[in-house]
């Protein structure tokens, strides 16, 4: 059974009026990817908001950083599931499968994070991740002792928050806009 064939039911403007800088990174997306990401349509509704969200992503998901883009994107992952999140458990758990190798591990974050085979330290990664996004209010000085007993610094613990509350920030888009993934993220890397 196919996904459901919209976007978003917030819909999207046509390419046509999209501002010339928004245009130049459709092509790119079809040129490099051979599509744009639906999440790109969706936020074009509001072009400086899409702007503002492609250099805070591309800021804390590419930037230098301890955390690798795989486990950065296994944050994202986690975070999705937390928030049963459809748009990005389907595009980043596809990120993850690519980047890890792996085509199960994708599905291990994606429906319980604690059965997969991790080191210590992206586990306490992704518990805190977990925590942080369902009981926020609850973390407390032991949840930033057990990433530091397992090697975080202050920054990393900075860098692991800000890819949760990206994470946070963008399932909410997706589930109020109900976002719907390109269809191609189910088939990459299986």
Known sequence: MPQPSH??????????????????????????????????????????????????FNEIMLSESSLSKLEREMIAVVVSSANRC????????????????????????ALNHRVADLEPRMRAILDFAHKLTLTP??????????????????????????????????NRMAIASDMIPNAEYHTTAR
């Not at 092509?27 to 936020?43: D, I, S």
């Open 86 to 109: 459809y748009y990005c458990l389907v595009s980043h758990g596809a990120a993850v499968r690519k980047l890890s190798g792996d085509p199960q591990l994708g599905e291990m974050l």
């Open 7 to 56: 976007i978003s039911k917030l819909g999207i403007p046509p390419e046509a009026d999209l501002p010339d800088d928004l245009k130049i990174i459709w092509a790119k997306c079809n040129e490099k990817l051979g599509y744009v990401p639906n999440v790109f349509k969706t936020l074009s509704l509001k072009p400086q908001r899409l702007r503002d969200f492609m250099q805070m």
């Open 137 to 170: 209010a609850e973390v407390i000085e032991a949840d930033r002792d057990a990433l530091r007993a397992v090697g975080l610094t202050s920054e990393d613990i900075f860098d692991v928050a800000q890819v949760v509350g990206l994470f946070n920030l963008s």
